[in-house]
């Protein structure tokens, strides 16, 4: 079923492809922030079933939520669909036991241990101690939160979450190396474990944050750890808005507004693009599409496109379609902001589910 449905995807893409758009250079006035938007568009959509199924998925996710347009987008999503669908099997099947739960977390965390950048260092370093966080946050907690987010649940729910309440998430949360290591990964994860109705760790989660971080010792982080508070920052309103569903109140993160506000000429020097843009969205999630924020940070963005190739690349010039997804999914909704909408879902968006994988069934 995947293959053909794949392949009549790519030919209806091909054609989309096929039609004109206006490039930088073909332009006789200055771009609007939609047409550069459009840009980046053209070059995922004529190659969107080129990617992997995880950024495939990404893709098409954020994009359906953002223009509602089910038909166009429904066989990325449904990939991830099907991808969740596969890694939840696979759990309730063969990762539950304390047991195969740190075999299978041993696993993950080598996969770090030969890489050397500041990163992934920290990440082993610290999750050695706590190896079964990269079974529980990374893998089982996504998996559980994004198939909630469809309005489905696995057969083994129950058995599923059994396996998750086994371990008290306040201690990763609440420790400053982890923080370090993970901060973006933490914000998602404390809103999953709310929105799902387990622990409500969020205010936890924040305090460490706030002191892990203080703003006047900003100039004395690495530009890698400056990014991952900067980017757990932006995560903790992403994640609170169920990742561009639902609006957000600018009081509940005020703290976050208030720095942004106040460091966005530094955040423009030390940032890359995936923050920047993500710093715009988090005042576009709240309502503020005229705060001075929103248009400084959609300056920086248009002026990173690169036009010959239509998109924006890495800071070193990689080009990799998969490696640039979210740099650039994140890129085309700060520049062509088109509301939120708590879509799909099973009783919401009927033809998105019309057939559901094995595995996964409606929430009750």
Known sequence: MRTPTRLLCGLWLGLFALQPFASVEEATSPMTYSQSAEIIRHTYESQLFSLNPYHEGHYGLRMLRQTQNQQRYRTAVWSDITRVADRLNQFADEVNTPEQVLLYSQTRLAQYRDDEGERSQRR??????????????MDLLSALARADEYGLKHRQDTLLRNTLRRYDFSKYVTSKPMIEAWGPQLANQVYWLRHLGEQDIVDDFVNTLRATYPDEQDSALTAQQYANKLDAMTHLIVADSGH?????????HQWIYDYFRRHIDTILLRAKEDVIAEVGISFLLAGLNDDPVVETTRKAIQKSIDADNGMIPSSTGDLDLNKGENRNVLAILLLDWQGVHQIPTLKQSPKVFDQLPYGLQAKS
């Open 244 to 252: 561009f569903q639902t609006s957000v109140k600018e009081s509940d």
């Open 124 to 137: 082993y370093n610290v999750t050695k101690n706590v190896p079964e966080y990269l079974y529980l946050g």
